[in-house]
């Protein structure tokens, strides 16, 4: 809500109807038409009432009513008085509020305010005082997950997704496309696995529920409300760099990109000259299918050859025949260590021109 506004309202009923009133948030934060109407006493005793109880009620001469949302407390409107006329005045007020409530909302609430810093369409100077106005919590531990679905499906995604986060102080859910949404999770603390923990819970239960596959990139944890773009930027670059270089994977965190992040950040034309370079006696492309798979394997393994010709079930001197034929074609011996780092880079480098090429 916009206090401001809201404020402003209350002061406006309150002359026509000659009594206190206000609203008091979701967020239990109180905006009335005159300060300390309603004690913090009072307060605590409304909101904990309100929990299993969203019928209009009467307590310490205040009549309050309730504003349900999906099911769930929305904001409560009060009057001062419990006689009828306080509770006409109640639903009055509700057609009032909630018509501007909902005029103000697509401006003003804070899951907008969110989607507005992920898209770049506030100003970061304005971040701050944004934050102030809609009581924003400035500081506090978030990290960002953008979840990729891989189709459309009967399901919803993003009711799936706020189901298992209900808490709309701590986390805010914002819907980019038909199979695009952002997490803003809030944390009490940092902690890599429980970061990590959350991508694979929400993962098994779109696959559970849905039967909906996902991709989910993982931004670094930020401890400031004007961080949020960065790391959705960052969740985006994991997915991109995920996408290229282990496509198997179903959750990239952009703390555990690795050599891929320097490489996808690389000229195309600085990545052709490398692969030249390496490749004088030929080119990767004269490899085929089986012994592709082959270093891959050799390089799972540490360059152990007999683990690796266990793995493959081929005799230890058919691994070695392969690996010779590699370095006849490419003039390097994975045998060797440093010219096995130097292939692997190489792939790395050839993956990135690759889908450079698919994008184009």
């Given at each position: 809500m916009n206090t401001r506004v809201f404020q402003q309202m209350a002061y406006q009923m309150r002359d026509v109807m000659n009594r206190n009133l206000g609203i008091i948030t979701d967020g239990g934060f109180v905006i009335s038409s005159k300060e300390g109407c309603i004690s913090n006493s009072d307060l605590s005793c409304v909101l904990s009432f309100t929990e299993d109880n969203t019928d209009t009620f009467t307590y310490n001469g205040f009549t309050y009513k309730p504003v349900l949302n999906m099911n769930k407390v929305d904001y409560i409107i009060f009057v001062q008085g419990d006689d009828t006329l306080a509770k006409n005045y109640v639903n009055i007020l509700q057609v009032s509020f909630s018509g501007v409530k909902y005029l103000y909302d697509d401006k003003h609430d804070k899951t907008n305010f969110i989607k507005n810093i992920i898209l770049d369409n506030i100003l970061p100077g304005d971040v701050l005082a944004k934050a102030t106005e809609l009581h924003f919590p400035i500081e506090g531990l978030r990290a960002v997950y953008l979840i990729k679905s891989e189709k459309n499906t009967d399901f919803s995604v993003?009711?799936?997704?706020?189901?298992?986060?209900?808490?709309?102080?701590?986390?805010?859910?914002?819907?980019?496309?038909?199979?695009?949404?952002?997490?803003?999770?809030?944390?009490?603390?940092?902690?890599?696995?429980?970061?990590?923990?959350?991508?694979?819970?929400?993962?098994?239960?779109?696959?559970?529920?849905?039967?909906?596959?996902?991709?989910?990139?993982?931004g670094t944890v930020i401890d400031n409300v004007k961080e949020i773009a960065r790391s959705y930027k960052e969740a985006c670059v994991a997915l991109e760099v995920g996408k290229v270089f282990d496509n198997e994977k179903s959750i990239v965190s952009y703390d555990n990109l690795g050599i891929g992040r320097i490489i996808y950040q690389l000229p195309t034309t600085l990545c052709e000259l490398f692969l030249s370079e390496v490749f004088k006696k030929g080119s990767i492309e004269d490899l085929d299918q089986e012994i592709i798979f082959t270093i891959q394997k050799f390089f799972e393994n540490n360059l152990n050859v007999s683990e690796t010709s266990r793995q493959l079930y081929v005799h230890r001197?058919?691994?070695?025949?392969?690996?010779?034929?590699?370095?006849?074609?490419?003039?390097?011996?994975?045998?060797?260590?440093?010219?096995?780092?130097?292939?692997?880079?190489?792939?790395?480098?050839?993956?990135?021109?690759?889908?450079?090429?698919?994008?184009?």
């Open positions: 993003f009711e799936i997704i706020e189901n298992m986060f209900p808490d709309k102080q701590q986390d805010f859910i914002v819907s980019l496309d038909e199979t695009s949404l952002v997490l803003v999770k809030g944390f009490e603390e940092e902690n890599d696995d429980e970061v990590m923990n959350i991508a694979k819970s929400i993962y098994d239960n779109l696959m559970s529920e849905g039967l909906v596959k996902a991709t989910i990139g993982i001197n058919t691994l070695v025949y392969r690996l010779d034929k590699i370095q006849k074609i490419t003039g390097l011996d994975l045998r060797v260590f440093d010219e096995a780092i130097i292939f692997k880079v190489a792939m790395m480098v050839n993956k990135y021109l690759e889908s450079n090429t698919i994008r184009l």
